[in-house]
């Protein structure tokens, strides 16, 4: 099977069932591929289900397992219930994050906690199982934000949970590459999806639309197709962090 060939490869994607995660397992379901969807909690469940039958009506072999990341134990759980299902791992996405927007003098040590374990903790130790399991010239990718090149407030714990996931990256990169695994990043703008509303007020929204040099949000329809590339024809790019956000943050 060619390495730039999706037809047949095992897709895991935590985060699977909705928003960015279940645009990509729709596409990499029209294009033949195998997956395994992770959803977090209960309060996803109806969304990744729906995301599940939709994938399977498109001729998808696909299952659905649900887990808090944040236990290292379920991740463990979701590779091998990936391998034992379909025979072993090609790709690896993590869609997974929280947003939190706060001011950095009443950020708690709970909302810290939270935040890094969501936003770093994770993706450590999602990145290290695929590490472990991937199959030779896999693929991982992970979703960071750009707000790792903003100047600005009140996403202290968001942007700072975040940015470790370019050093996990690059050095990823350099611990797996001599077995053809090529590991990214990629930073979206703010996204036009439930995650981001949840904590930005009609003013936010707004400024956010406005700040972009092409205009507006970012579409979830315009990040998929570039991790789609990451983890096929664009494998030879490793070790970078792409950002993806229509001129809203650059360097």
């Not at 596409?27 to 399977?56: C, P, W």
């Not at 009140?154 to 996990?168: D, I």
């Amino acid at each position: 099977m060619s390495r730039n060939d999706l037809n047949g490869k095992v897709v895991l994607i935590a985060g699977g069932g909705k928003n960015l995660g279940g645009l990509l397992s729709r596409d990499f379901a029209k294009k033949g591929a195998k997956l395994a969807i992770h959803y977090n909690s209960e309060s996803s469940r109806q969304e990744s289900e729906k995301t599940l039958a939709e994938v399977k009506a498109l001729g998808a072999e696909a299952f659905l397992f649900q887990g808090d990341l944040t236990q290292v134990g379920n991740i463990t759980k979701l590779f091998d219930e990936t391998i034992k299902t379909f025979g072993g791992i090609d790709i690896a996405i993590n869609t997974v994050g929280m947003v939190l927007k706060k001011p950095f003098v009443e950020t708690t040590e709970a909302e810290y906690d939270s935040m890094f374990n969501i936003n770093s903790k994770v993706a450590y130790f999602f990145i290290q199982e695929a590490g472990k399991k991937l199959n030779n010239e896999g693929k991982i990718c992970t979703i960071v934000t750009s707000l790792l090149a903003a100047y600005t407030g009140l996403y202290s714990t968001y942007a700072g949970a975040k940015a470790p996931v370019e050093h996990f990256t690059r050095m990823a990169s350099k611990e797996f590459g001599d077995r053809g695994i090529s590991v990214t990043a990629v930073a979206p703008g703010p996204m036009d999806t439930p995650f981001f509303y949840g904590q930005e007020n009609d003013d936010a929204v707004n400024y956010h639309k406005s700040a972009s040099a092409l205009g507006g949000l970012t579409d979830i329809k315009d990040i998929a197709p570039l991790i789609e590339f990451l983890v096929s024809d664009g494998w030879w790019i490793t070790g970078q962090t792409i950002f993806a956000n229509g001129g809203y943050t650059t360097r």
